[in-house]
């Protein structure tokens, strides 16, 4: 049976890769700004701007069997040059939004429903310039958890931590080859991720098979939080 799966964002990166793995399959239900990039998916566009709109008010099925909130940031500064409203807007955009929607499709959300969110390795892993991004990805864990011990067992709640990963949002990360080769050095398996590995970790949580897990945070890192081949 084809289940209604709502994602966040999906008009690029790594929600994209989700969305094109789950058309054809199931009803999939995109509410972003922009439907550029997908023309071809197969998916139902809703225009949303997660800042500003509310997705209740929106076209989304009454019945949610998969959620995964995608927006985010990387904002990457050392602290002093980093200000009060810096932190605020990512904030906004990595934990208040998402507070936001998940609040308004709640009661949507089918029995054995599965919600996906997304943190970052520098949660876990102390990072130099990761302070603000951190704090709000942080706050994504410790609410991900709370939810799912509040929703257990009708929703399973989980959060992927991924390190970089080559999207748009990286871009400047990661925009030539020099760059491109030290952050493929800082990881034990010697390159960057990809869409694609995060997205094959957020259709084995949406999967109903794999319905004994919840509350947790998967860390997608190419080994980065947990080996140190350096010694």
């Known amino acids: 049976m084809k289940k209604n799966i709502l994602l966040i964002g999906g008009s690029y990166g790594i929600g994209l890769?989700?969305?094109k793995k789950l058309t054809g399959k199931h009803h999939v239900y995109i509410a972003s700004?922009?439907?550029e990039g997908l023309s071809n998916v197969g998916a139902t566009h809703i225009p949303f701007d997660v800042?500003?709109?509310d997705i209740g008010q929106?076209?989304?099925p009454e019945e949610i069997h998969g959620f995964v909130f995608c927006p985010g940031s990387i904002n990457l500064k050392p602290l002093k040059m980093l200000d009060l409203n810096a932190f605020r807007n990512d904030m906004e955009i990595n934990f208040f939004a998402l507070v936001n929607v998940v609040k308004s499709v709640m009661e949507r959300m089918a029995d054995g429903?599965?919600?996906v969110f997304f943190s970052t390795v520098a949660v876990d892993t102390g990072m130099s310039f990761h302070t603000s991004v951190s704090a709000a990805k942080g706050a994504v864990e410790g609410f991900a958890k709370a939810l799912a011990a509040e929703y257990a067992p009708k929703v399973r709640v989980n959060v992927i931590a991924p390190s970089l990963v080559d999207t748009p949002l990286s871009e400047r990360l990661l925009n030539n080859e020099k760059k491109r080769e030290q952050m493929a050095q800082r990881h034990p398996l010697k390159r960057v991720g990809s869409a694609t590995d995060i997205a094959n970790?957020?259709?084995f949580l949406l999967d109903a098979e794999n319905s004994w897990i919840t509350g947790q945070v998967f860390s997608i890192d190419g080994g980065m939080s947990a080996l140190n081949t350096n010694s």
Do not use: C, G, T
């Open 113 to 115: 429903a599965s919600m």
């Open 201 to 203: 970790m957020a259709l």
């Open 33 to 35: 700004r922009s439907s």
């Open 51 to 53: 800042l500003a709109d």
């Open 17 to 19: 890769e989700i969305a």
């Open 58 to 60: 929106k076209n989304i």
